[in-house]
């Protein structure tokens, strides 16, 4: 297991340098988050040896029966699903960063529950670019209010913004998608002129490569390190 389970992860670093070089980026400038919702722990286990120190999951349950008992320390937890209000007291028992902000009653929520245990919790606001119906993540004009709610919110750390591509069989199609959250991205910055929204979460197994390009900081990737 761990030898093809090495293979696909090196094919996914080489093809994360690749796109960085290729837009003169630093490869380690890019955050590998390997997201594990569709594999057993053993596997998880496998690519923590391996190196890998990012993990996703999308549904609360799924990831406090996968990840008990935790990883080591040093590992980080990211959610990247939607997160109910009443699901946030149990995710804050696994996650260590929430990808998913897009409404304020969940910023309200994870920063009374971040007050209560004493955490300090790292979020990204996710953003519906492409204006799908059924996607979650807030409007692009609804980002600089939400942000300035995280930021009013004594322990949320707002680190920056997310984006999940459209559905599409051809991955160019996405490049729009992945550059309109970038300039969203710039121009809260200059506006607000304060947050430094260093981190820019998008691309998946489809797309990544095209999403490094335009700017992604952080990919989450699933099947193309965990699918045989
Ligand atoms: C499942 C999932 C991924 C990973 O998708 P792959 O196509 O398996 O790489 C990334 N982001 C989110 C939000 C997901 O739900």
Redesign the pocket.
Known sequence: MAATLRQRIDQVRHVIATAANKSGRDPAAVTLVA?S?TVDRPMIDAAYQLGLRHF?E?RVQDAVNRFDPPLPPDAELHM??QLQTNKVRLGLSVFTMIESVDRPSLVQALDKEAARIGRRLPVLIQVNVAGEDQKAGCAPEQTSGLIQLVQESAWLDLRGLMT?GPLVDEPEAIRPVFAGLRSLRDQVRDNDGSPSLDVLSMG???DYAIAIEEGATEV?????IFQP
């Open positions: 997201v919702k996703g999308n990247i699903g999940i998946m197994t489809n989450r990737v699933g099947r193309a």
